[in-house]
């Protein structure tokens, strides 16, 4: 009779689930790469783009001070702060200061919509179509997609991250307050991303998950309209929205890395709980139930010309 050296059937099965449990990320990472190469490249360079056409478009929109002083004070009007942010910096106005209280906040956007769809696509989507099913009959741990799905997004939020450094400092900007415009950005994406992970999981489809994470983004530019309109450089109600924590940061004039650290923060924690409620349905299952349809056709249905009607409406709407 021999001795057994292995350790107890409890802690084996403990270190193999910690350890398991991102089993084939970077190999889905490497596929969710090459998958999206276009699509997520195309997001990448037409932010940073964007960022290089706006910062060298402001000396053109305002070819003196005097025309910089004019639109300045229309972004420190309440419809302009409404419209574009808290507008710091706007009582002695230069062309940096200008582009980060214009420009910088839907820059913010389209990152925030990027990272979000990225997410959802290569998580939710991918259970709606069946081909995550397919894949965890393989070597692939319960958080290896996700996992995967969240580095890519960090991965692009970071290479536009750079191109809107590079596109800040080639317009002579202050290289401070680029670098905070380039972070805020990147902020912005992972915190978002954060959210389309928590959001993959409660909707049973791609559609709802981008639906819900859309309507959050959406919902924090209304709380950030409200609190920057009543008050010259925000409100107390500006900190109450994720995009009102990356322009608080005021890039060229006062330079606060700290708001970001709400950011990051609160990302950690919505990671978290996007992991930690993707352990708690099925795979393709949301934990929101769907709305149930109707249990009877309508009236209409039960005639040629209803049922052709209702066919056909996609392709009539266009």
Same mark, same amino acid.
């Given at each position: ?7 107890p !059937?409890a802690?084996?099965?403990v ?9 084939g990320?970077?190999?889905?990472l ?39 002083? #004019? ?19 706007m009582? #002695?106005?230069?062309?940096?200061r ?94 978002f ?19 819900m ?33 990356? #322009? #608080?940061?005021? !890039? ?46 309508? !009236?209409?249905?039960?005639? !040629? ?8 409406r ?5």
């Open positions: 009779m021999t001795a057994s050296a292995t350790l !059937p802690h084996r099965l270190e193999t689930s910690d350890a398991s449990a991102t089993v990320a970077w190999t889905l490497r596929f969710m790469l090459r998958r999206d190469r276009v699509r997520l490249s195309s997001w990448v360079v037409g932010i940073g783009l964007l960022t290089l056409y706006f910062s060298l478009a402001v000396r053109t929109v305002a070819r003196d001070e005097a025309q910089l002083a #004019q639109l300045a004070g229309m972004l420190s009007d309440p419809v302009g702060r409404l419209m574009t942010g808290p507008a710091f910096g009582e #002695q106005p230069t062309y940096a200008f582009f980060s209280a214009g420009y910088a906040l839907f820059r913010y956007i389209f990152i925030a919509l990027m990272s979000a769809f990225t997410v959802v696509r290569h998580t939710r989507a991918e259970e709606q179509s069946g081909r995550a099913e397919l894949m965890r009959a393989n070597v692939v741990g319960r958080h290896a997609t996700l996992t995967a799905a969240f580095l890519l997004t960090a991965i692009a939020n970071v290479a536009i991250g750079v191109l809107m450094l590079a596109a800040t400092l080639a317009a002579g900007f202050a290289p401070a307050g680029s670098a905070l415009v380039a972070t805020a950005g990147v902020a912005v994406g992972v915190f991303a954060a959210v389309a992970a928590v959001t993959s999981q409660l909707s049973e489809s791609s559609r709802g998950a981008s639906a994470a859309g309507g959050l983004l959406a919902l924090a530019y209304l709380i950030r309209m409200g609190g920057d309109m009543s008050e010259a450089g925000g409100s107390t109600l500006s900190w109450f929205s994720p995009l009102g924590w990356a #322009q #608080q940061t005021a !890039p060229y004039v006062e330079d606060r890395w700290w708001p970001l650290l709400l950011l990051l923060v609160l990302a950690a924690a919505l990671t978290g709980a996007g992991f930690w409620l993707s352990t708690t349905r099925d795979v393709g299952a949301g934990l929101l139930a769907p709305r149930l349809g109707r249990s009877e056709a309508k !009236p209409a249905l039960g005639t !040629p010309l209803g049922l052709a009607a209702r066919v056909l996609g392709g009539l709407r266009g």
